[in-house]
């Protein structure tokens, strides 16, 4: 699970340790805290997209188009819920989830399909 993204000239992460986004632009020698909000849950998942970072949380599917200062709940439904990974699949982005089931979604996650 990417808890760790190159966006542009940052290096962004889940520091799991406290649940906050953090950014470096040494390359990982130091890092700064970009986000440390509880309101979208516990962080599992980032995901470059486009023009927007997607964050799998056990709230839901959030997006956010600020290099993570802010988030947006994209889906919160029960299968957003149980998101564990999200992948950048072409024409769909594909979710993994905890009980090892396959989905996909052709609207940047607000729904999502079962892979059968």
Request: proline residues 2%; positive net charge; glycine residues 12%.
């Amino acid at each position: 699970m990417p808890q760790l993204i190159t966006y542009g000239n940052e290096l962004i992460r889940i520091n799991p340790s406290n649940n906050k986004i953090e950014y470096s632009t040494n390359r990982g020698s130091s890092w700064i805290t970009r986000y440390s909000g509880s309101g979208c849950g516990q962080f599992r998942d980032l995901l470059e997209y486009g023009n927007e970072i997607i964050a799998c949380t056990d709230k839901g599917l959030y997006y956010s188009t600020n290099k993570g200062s802010s988030w947006i709940c994209r889906s919160s439904g029960s299968v957003a819920k149980t998101l564990i990974a999200v992948q950048d699949g072409g024409r769909e982005l594909l979710g993994s989830s905890n009980d090892g089931h396959l989905y996909y979604s052709t609207n940047k996650g607000s729904s999502w399909i079962r892979r059968r």
